[in-house]
């Protein structure tokens, strides 16, 4: 890739964009490019590289052009959408890029109410796509993270939810796909392949293409419109500021060992009825659900009292989805599973724990809002203002507890103190098929010395991971650790044998967020 900073190339590549997108979207401005050099990643905030030019397109003719420009002088495109994202996916990896910002294409299209499905633009984000759709009874559940972030975005890189016992990931919940290539063609997926067909079906004609831009990170294409699955809403055509939802039922369990929260995770995962099953981890109960920051450090300063109670805490969320029989019904299943699982259910009205005496307005449906209007982005912020899943696996539920060890054996080399704010969650999905196990490390990001450390602790728990029998973790810091991880899999070698040769045929001058997966 040429630098386009020291060639002369520069005022003619511009001219060509700014005709394309005009002069008001697109600038090489410093203080506009240095913006969109980071994301939250430790990674971008060590070594962050400018873009050459932002350009900012307005519709999928524009964006074809701008590919074809790229490809004919070979100069790197990266895209950004909503910007949150904490693996480095969204920035750039070489200097001379070209950063398309998809802000522009914000609209949703469509919601279909007798087919449950809402088609979109990328710069939707969960909290817009759910205002308009709880109108008409229906949702798709947010995801865990920022509802600032946009929807196909998550779906593509990752698609967790809060919501995944009953729903599944969400990348399960995509029909129909527009998609440009790198080339700057234009591929339709599902039933909108065909002319006329309209947008209600995921599969083919032929092999379903969509699955070669889940988890590409942005190397295969951009995906420019999407139809995705909605799910019956009942709770209500609005949220209010922490009320729990209409229809709807928080129950917190405390065990006194993991074995048992184990136990009832799968229980409560396969009796399908919960909307949401989730062990919340002590950190983020502390820092999360009283209302204020006081009340956190308070409760930070006697968090070993209430350590017995928060080691091992569930969550469930259940529905009247039906009726209200449902939700009574579902309560009684909850409160019975905890019973044989020896768990404690805690009633906010009457509970006489630790946790009351310590702090009155300390309760657990605190994150009665967490499940339908995700509220991550004050708990995961607050401690340090920066955090990063350094473990993300997804394993056989019952194989937990090993991860547990293998992290709190790595966390003793861990030069961020304090060590015991660090600690996971554990999220079945597809009704505890597997679960989704969550190690966050909180740093600051002004601080070199804590983001380096981040790194390599993160380097470190990947690769001792693969020590784990049914460990798999899929998730990290793109540029730094994902090959490293599994390039001694002899059967990783051939999948990424095949995958460049798919980033060839697709992207044969390499131009599409070079950097992250293939180089």
């Not at 995944?164 to 919940?173: D, I, L, T, V």
């Not at 995509?174 to 234009?186: F, L, R, Y």
């Amino acid at each position: 890739m040429i630098d386009l900073s020291l060639s002369d190339k520069h005022p003619e590549l511009y001219s060509k964009l700014e005709r394309i997108v005009g002069n008001e979207y697109i600038s090489d401005d410093p203080s506009i490019r240095i913006v969109h050099s980071r994301d939250q990643s430790p990674f971008a905030n060590l070594k962050p590289i400018p873009p050459e030019y932002v350009v900012l397109p307005e519709n999928t003719k524009q964006i074809q052009e701008i590919l074809k420009l790229s490809n004919e002088y070979k100069v790197p495109i990266v895209i950004q959408n909503t910007g949150v994202n904490v693996a480095g996916c969204c920035v750039p990896s070489n200097t001379g890029s070209i950063l398309m910002h998809l802000r522009r294409l914000n609209q949703i299209i469509e919601i279909d109410n007798l087919n449950m499905s809402a088609t979109i633009q990328p710069y939707v984000s969960y909290a817009e796509l759910q205002v308009e759709t709880m109108k008409k009874g229906l949702w798709l559940p947010s995801p865990a993270a920022p509802s600032t972030v946009g929807v196909i975005s998550n779906m593509l890189y990752c698609g967790m939810s809060w919501c995944m016992a009953k729903y599944g990931y969400e990348r399960r919940s995509i029909i129909c796909m527009t998609w440009v290539t790198p080339k700057g063609e234009i591929i339709k997926t599902g039933s909108s392949a065909v002319g006329n067909l309209g947008n209600f079906w995921w599969n083919g004609p032929g092999p379903d293409l969509k699955g070669i831009l889940i988890g590409a990170v942005g190397e295969l294409g951009i995906c420019t419109e999407m139809t995705v699955k909605l799910y019956p809403w009942v709770g209500g055509s609005r949220l209010k500021p922490d009320e729990l939802a209409e229809n709807t039922k928080m129950l917190a369990i405390s065990f006194s060992s993991g074995e048992r929260m184990l136990k009832a995770l799968q229980e409560l995962s396969r009796a399908d009825i919960a909307i949401a099953v989730t062990n919340m981890p002590i950190a983020w109960s502390i820092l999360g659900m009283p209302k204020s920051l006081e009340t956190s450090k308070m409760l930070w300063e006697r968090r070993k009292q209430l350590e017995p109670i928060l080691k091992n805490f569930v969550l469930v969320c259940i529905q009247g989805i039906t009726s209200e029989k449902q939700l009574e019904y579902g309560e009684k299943v909850v409160r019975q599973i905890a019973k044989e699982s020896r768990g404690m259910v805690i009633d906010p009205e009457t509970m006489s724990s630790p946790m009351a005496q310590l702090a009155p307005d300390f309760q657990p449906e605190g994150n009665r809002a967490e499940f339908f209007r995700a509220k991550i982005s004050p708990r995961i912020m607050r401690f340090k203002g920066g955090f990063m899943p350094a473990f993300f696996p997804q394993e056989p539920i019952e194989k937990a507890l090993k991860s547990e060890e293998l992290m709190e054996n790595t966390l003793k080399d861990f030069p961020i103190h304090p060590q015991d704010l660090y600690s996971s969650c554990i999220v079945p999905v597809d009704m505890g098929h597997f679960g989704l196990h969550e190690f966050d490390v909180f740093y600051d990001q002004n601080s070199p010395e804590e983001l380096e450390a981040c790194l390599d602790f993160a380097g470190k728990i990947q690769k001792l991971a693969h020590s784990q029998e049914n460990t798999w973790p899929p998730h990290n810091e793109w540029k730094s650790y994902h090959w490293d991880v599994v390039k001694d899999i002899p059967e990783f070698k051939i999948h990424k044998s095949i995958t460049e040769k798919i980033k060839n045929q697709f992207d044969p001058n390499r131009i599409m967020n070079p950097g992250k997966w293939l180089k």
